[in-house]
C-alpha cells in the first residue's frame, strides 16, 4: 500500500516554497545579525572591546541587566498567579482579566511610555506630589522598571493559560481530595505541570526586557551613564558617528538574541519530548 503523502503540492512547489522561506530568512535574518558582527569587528578586537569596556557602555549593560533582574520575577509571578486563576477558578470580570493581560500587545510601546509620563511626570497627574515628597519615577531607574513590566507582562501569563487550560483542574482536584492544602497543591501539583512552560514564558520575557526601546525611551531622558538602557546606548553612539561602539553593543544584543534562540529550541524540544513521553 502507498504510503499517504502529507501534502499534495508535487515536488516543484514544495522546493519553491523552501526556497523562498530560505531566502525571507536569509535577507532579513542572517544577513543584519552577520553584517552587526562584521561592522563591529571590522576595526579589530582591540577597538572591539574598548567600546564594551567605555563606562557609559559599562553603565548601559548593568542598567539593562538590573532592569531585566526587577522585571522578569514581577512578571513570572504575576503570570502564574493570572493563569492560575484563569484557568482553575470561575470568578466576575475574568474576560476583562484576559482582556487586559494582551493589552500591551495592542498599544504602540511609545504610547505605554507616553502614559507613565503623564502620571508620573513633573506636570503629570502625581507629578506635584511625587516632587513634594522628593520622590522621582519618570527619567529615573522607577519609570524604566515600570515601563518595562508593563511591555512584557503578557508573555509568562499568554504562554501558561492555554497550557493550563489543555491539563484541566483533574490533578489539583485529585490532590486536594487526598487533603492537600491550596499552596500544597500548587507546590507539588501545578507548578511542577507547568515548570516548562513557564520557563519558555520567562525566556521570552528576560528577552523582551532586555530589547524593549520605545516605552524606555519615553520615560528613561537618556541620561548618559544613568537612564541608557543598551539599547538606547546604542541609538546614541549612532547618531553621534561611533559605528564601532554602536555595533559593539549592539553585537552583545545580538548574542543575548542568539542564546535566547538556543535555549527556546531547547525548551522547545525538552517539551516535546515530555509530551510524546506523556502521549505513549
Given at each position: 500500500m502507498a504510503r499517504l503523502r502529507s501534502t499534495t503540492e508535487d515536488r516543484l512547489t514544495q522546493g519553491v516554497l523552501i526556497a523562498l522561506a530560505l531566502g525571507f530568512l536569509t535577507f532579513f535574518l542572517a544577513l543584519p545579525l552577520i553584517a552587526v558582527f562584521?561592522?563591529?569587528?571590522e576595526q579589530g578586537l582591540g577597538m572591539f572591546l574598548d567600546a564594551i569596556k567605555d563606562p557609559d557602555a559599562i553603565a548601559?549593560?548593568?542598567?539593562?541587566?538590573?532592569i531585566?533582574?526587577?522585571?522578569?520575577?514581577?512578571?513570572?509571578?504575576?503570570?502564574?498567579?493570572?493563569?492560575?486563576?484563569?484557568?482553575k477558578f470561575s470568578f466576575p470580570g475574568?474576560?476583562?482579566?484576559?482582556?487586559?493581560?494582551d493589552l500591551p500587545f495592542s498599544v504602540s510601546p511609545v504610547v505605554s511610555?507616553?502614559?507613565f509620563v503623564l502620571l508620573f511626570g513633573a506636570h503629570g497627574y502625581l507629578g506635584p506630589w511625587l516632587q513634594a515628597h522628593d520622590l522621582k519615577i519618570v527619567f529615573a531607574v522607577p519609570g524604566i522598571v515600570l515601563a518595562t513590566v508593563f511591555i512584557t507582562f503578557p508573555f509568562v501569563a499568554r504562554e501558561l493559560i492555554p497550557l493550563m487550560m489543555e491539563q484541566g483542574k483533574?490533578?489539583?482536584?485529585?490532590?486536594?481530595?487526598?487533603?492537600?492544602?491550596?499552596?500544597?497543591?500548587?507546590w507539588h501539583v501545578t507548578l511542577p505541570n507547568v515548570r516548562?512552560?513557564?520557563?519558555?514564558?520567562?525566556?521570552?520575557?528576560?528577552?523582551?526586557?532586555?530589547?524593549?526601546?520605545?516605552?524606555?525611551?519615553?520615560?528613561?531622558?537618556?541620561?548618559r551613564g544613568?537612564?541608557?538602557?543598551?539599547?538606547?546606548?546604542?541609538?546614541?553612539?549612532?547618531?553621534?558617528?561611533?559605528?564601532?561602539?554602536?555595533?559593539?553593543?549592539?553585537?552583545?544584543?545580538?548574542?543575548?538574541?542568539?542564546?535566547t534562540l538556543v535555549a527556546k529550541s531547547l525548551l522547545e524540544w525538552r517539551f516535546d519530548l515530555r509530551h510524546e513521553g506523556i502521549g505513549h
Open positions: 562584521f561592522e563591529a569587528l548601559a549593560i548593568r542598567l539593562t541587566l538590573i531585566a533582574a526587577i522585571a522578569v520575577p514581577l512578571n513570572m509571578v504575576f503570570g502564574l498567579a493570572a493563569a492560575w486563576a484563569i484557568t475574568k474576560s476583562l482579566l484576559i482582556t487586559l493581560i511610555g507616553l502614559i483533574a490533578d489539583e482536584e485529585a490532590a486536594i481530595s487526598l487533603g492537600a492544602n491550596g499552596w500544597q497543591t500548587f516548562w512552560g513557564l520557563l519558555y514564558g520567562v525566556l521570552l520575557c528576560n528577552a523582551r526586557a532586555m530589547g524593549e526601546f520605545g516605552a524606555v525611551s519615553v520615560v528613561s531622558g537618556h541620561i544613568l537612564t541608557n538602557t543598551m539599547p538606547l546606548h546604542v541609538e546614541i553612539l549612532y547618531n553621534e558617528y561611533d559605528f564601532v561602539g554602536a555595533f559593539a553593543v549592539a553585537s552583545l544584543l545580538a548574542l543575548l538574541a542568539l542564546v
